[in-house]
């Protein structure tokens, strides 16, 4: 019973990091199209994403039957609806990596940002690959030290994202409002898409020390 | 057993009955910040959203407790599943109703939404209000009639939310970028909120009959 437990843990765990290298693939792909205008990259992602929702769909079976043939209780049960809370930040965080790439195609082939903005917006896509990645790696094998790195990892994007509002916000902005509102909805995109990552993180911490990392801003959203 | 498991069921709907009444009253309190620049009504909301996240935490123990003592499986583990991802889409609703007070506070004194868009921003939260009470409802009582109305009524949220892009986005907008990005975001913030609250109907359809609705805009979201 217990091998067999563990072999449906390892399955369950092999699941969720394809779902987050799947996340991480259709944001790079994501911020391709957005930053070079890169319709094919774009129309990859929307494309993925039915594989993505399938992964998750895969995630919440097995979880299921693993209920109901093993009737885990304490840490087992425990596990097993993290793992169900991880998986639905991966999902949400591919439907994400989806909408910047129906942004970048609705401007398609103008570009959706503007020069002053295509810096910030590089950097922010380099944030949340480094955390995306991170997520999968401690998703194969639990790690509460790089686990941890991700909530400094995330104030590199919040900060990354003030800066971007400033930009947007500041008195000289040459763009009108439809700009403005695109460049203000990615930067939501991205923050948000690191927000459920370090989620994930978050709770992979938990599973591995019972301490519950909480901060008002990202818990539970 | 049997009549024990269906005590712990009626908990769990209770629970759900509260958390979905609880960003009810949450959004419309926000929406009282927002367009009569209530800062009273912006700060309570901030407050409250501590309990729904109280409430979430609840579920989410009493459902370990029951998977734990009573082994679910079927129909019954299943029902469970779908209450936690029910908890899951109220808990995130009244983070929206947070993030609408909080776009309000932050103006206050000034309103953050100005004369041309406050008729679209009462007619959504007017829908937002509706949708979440069905779901209070069908969460109470079962009802798949009642659920499928959802539908509709996301459908008049969409439209609403493509009204306000339209004024927002019109060659004749008024006012800056700060005032069209914050549209914009309150916008998302009302259509994300109903679209969580339908996701919710849509699970108590799948209980209640065993089919899926699906949507791509919304489903998994």
Redesign the interface.
Known sequence: MRVEFQADLREVSRLLVELAEGARVAMRRATTALLAADRAAGEAVIEQDADL?DL?RQV?EK??DI??RQ?P??SD??LL?TA??IA?DL??MG?LADHVAKTALRRHPSPAVPAELRGVFKEMANVADAIAGKVATVLAEPDAKLAAELEADDDVMDNLHREL?KV??GDD?P????T??DG??LG?FYERFADHAVNSGRRVIYLLTGETVTDGSV???
Chains 1, 2 share one sequence.
Do not use: Q
């Open positions: 929702d998750y919440e979880v299921a209920l109901a009737a209780v304490a049960l425990r609806i169900l809370h639905a999902e949400r439907d509002f947007l916000l902005w763009y009108g409002a439809e403005a509102i203000a909805l939501r818990a539970g959203s």
